[in-house]
């Protein structure tokens, strides 16, 4: 079972690929959500205030997918889908590339834009520092605290990574662990049938 992804560490460097006067920045980000996605172009567009095309595509989630390109403008898939196909060349995920142009006063033909934009997003690529990480499953753990010896040996027998946790008479810790290891922790606490644990995602 894979239990692992490729994304990007942080914000890549700015690239610029040119092409007949036209120029094209590349810009390469980590994102988790929509809202990450839309800050990144708004400001981008706040930057790039007299280029005319802010073309990208994005793509979020490690089961289950979602992905959007956009073309901004450009003739319909010469930008977007470009810019799309880097990202899944590259085989990453939770990432959003945006390319700028502006425009240099020559045509570049369908052949000509869906290479700018291909080779800028490329090169951002390039620029950024791409790592794996682990696709992980979350537990919520609840227990009375006498119970708190058999719990917190579990956790670290199986290495499980604690997120929160709330002492009290009721206990609860919230813990994490890559996904293949997953089912093993669930029968590591089975004997311990007045501890409760609930498989978030």
């Not at 403008?73 to 502006?102: C, H, K, W």
């Amino acid at each position: 079972m894979t239990d692992t992804y490729k994304t990007i560490a942080e914000k890549a460097p700015e690239v610029l690929f040119k092409d007949k006067s036209s120029k094209f920045y590349g810009y390469a980000f980590p994102v988790v959500d929509e809202e990450d996605i839309k800050e990144q172009i708004e400001a981008l567009k706040i930057q790039h205030n007299s280029a005319r095309h802010h073309c990208y595509a994005w793509q979020i989630g490690t089961g289950k997918i979602q992905y959007r390109a956009n073309d901004d403008g450009e003739p319909s898939n010469t930008a977007g889908m470009p810019i799309y196909g880097q990202i899944q060349s590259f085989d990453i995920t939770n990432v959003l590339i945006v390319v700028v142009r502006y425009f240099g006063g020559i045509k570049l033909g369908v052949g000509g834009l869906i290479n700018a934009y291909r080779t800028a997003a490329r090169m951002s690529l390039e620029a950024a520092n791409i790592v794996e990480k682990t696709i992980d499953t979350r537990f919520l753990i609840t227990f009375e605290y006498k119970n708190m010896n058999n719990v917190m040996r579990v956790i670290k027998e199986k290495k499980l990574a604690i997120e929160s946790q709330k002492m009290e008479l009721s206990c609860e810790i919230m813990a994490s662990i890559r996904k293949s290891k997953a089912e093993q922790v669930k029968q590591a606490f089975k004997p311990f049938y007045e501890v409760k644990v609930e498989e978030l995602s």
